[in-house]
């Protein structure tokens, strides 16, 4: 008798723990109706979104950004990340309803003297997706000085005094620009192939769904920072093989770089704790994971798994909170901007050729 209790308690407890271990990947069932705020009763719990599904469409996004380009510093400012919750809202979060036409109206109103507060006001949950959409996008489109060869910089400003500052080799031109900031996670000229693979199932170690992009390319291609940020993990996980975790510094968005090259998987000047400005050479693609064992390759197809954690609240960043978003549509998007890298034949490393000050960077941080 005492047996059979024992063996049926070990049964339930095997049953509970496969239950959390599923749990513990799977999306939260949002409806486009969802915000995501918190269901406790108290009136003191912390409120903040639980879960984001973002499939705005890289079509969207070019859209949203050539608008918000186009009017900066006009008495009418599109601002992107406004003009995207609109849609969404309008929308109930499904962009397969997009047209491009809808965003033109939506401007041309704002244009006309029509207020985003007015336009919004009968919607339910635009504040929802604002947040949301902020929380993935914020930071990626501002204010910031890069580097530009001087073929690109008009002639006028190369022969002013105090414009066009050069760099020590004299190559390069710094100049101010507004717009899109971050990068895509492969280096420029370097081809890879992708499609959308997020949410198929994976079963190393335990049962699970892919909560991540994956951009299949060769091993040893520069892989870049999205956004500026610091190194918050870095080292060897069984599931990811080498890998880094980026954190913005708002701390809203967690860039995940996994399957890292085994010998050589980061840029040597990287450490927990390190500052990397978007654009920066992070690492390279390899094919390590699916180990205990340090600096093994058991991943079949070299690729980059990359991967956007959003944090609302710190209580999200592990466990079964986690907030995953598909990043298919973003790494399209941030397509047409790649960062250029060139090889230190002496060091054997690769280094971006056109560098970035981000004002998004704290001053003592830099």
């Known amino acids: 008798m005492n047996r059979k209790i024992i063996y049926i308690e070990c049964l339930l407890l095997l049953m509970l723990t496969g239950s959390l271990l599923w749990h513990r990947v799977a999306p939260f069932p949002a409806g486009s109706a969802d915000t995501g705020t918190n269901k406790a009763t108290s009136s003191d719990a ?6 984001v599904d973002f499939d705005v469409t890289s079509d969207a996004m070019k859209q949203a950004l050539q608008l918000d380009m186009n009017s900066y510093q006009k008495e009418v400012h599109f601002d992107w990340i406004d003009l995207l919750a609109y849609l969404g809202a309008k929308y109930g979060g499904d962009f397969s309803k997009y047209r491009s036409q809808d965003m033109k109206d939506l401007a041309e109103k704002l244009q006309n003297g029509e207020t985003l507060e007015s336009l919004t006001k009968d919607m339910k949950y635009f504040a929802y997706y604002k947040e949301a959409y902020g929380a993935v996008l914020g930071g990626m489109v501002g204010l910031y000085e890069i580097q530009v060869p ?10 002013e005094s105090g414009d066009g500052e050069t760099d020590e080799n ?24 992708d499609f959308d693979d997020f949410g198929t199932s994976r079963s190393y170690g335990y049962r699970r769904q892919h909560l991540g992009h994956d951009l299949m390319g060769q091993v040893g291609t520069p ?3 999205v956004e500026s940020g610091y190194v918050e ?29 085994k010998n050589y998987p980061y840029h040597k000047s990287l450490k927990e704790g390190s500052i990397v400005k978007a654009g920066d050479v992070i690492g390279y693609l390899g094919r390590t994971g699916y180990s205990r064992t340090e600096n093994t390759n058991n991943i079949d197809e070299p690729h980059l798994h990359f991967g956007l954690q959003l944090i609302f609240d710190e209580s999200q960043k592990e466990g079964n909170n986690e907030i995953w978003v598909d990043c298919y549509e973003l790494v399209k998007f941030l397509s047409m901007n790649r960062s250029e890298t060139l090889k230190n034949q002496e060091t054997k490393e690769y280094n971006r050729v056109y560098e970035i000050k981000d004002p998004a960077i704290p001053e003592n941080a830099q």
Request: glycine share 6%; aromatic share 20%; charged share 20%.
């Open 46 to 51: 912390p409120k903040y979104i639980k879960w």
């Open 150 to 159: 001087p073929s690109e910089v008009p002639a006028s400003m190369l022969s």
């Open 170 to 193: 004299k190559e390069n031109v710094w100049l101010t620009k507004y717009g899109l900031k971050a990068f895509s996670p492969i280096a420029k000229n370097y081809p890879y192939t």
């Open 223 to 225: 892989v870049i920072a």
């Open 233 to 261: 993990a870095i080292g060897w996980n069984q599931y990811g093989g080498w890998r880094l975790g980026i954190r913005s510094f708002d701390k809203k968005r967690y860039y995940y770089y996994a399957h890292l090259r």
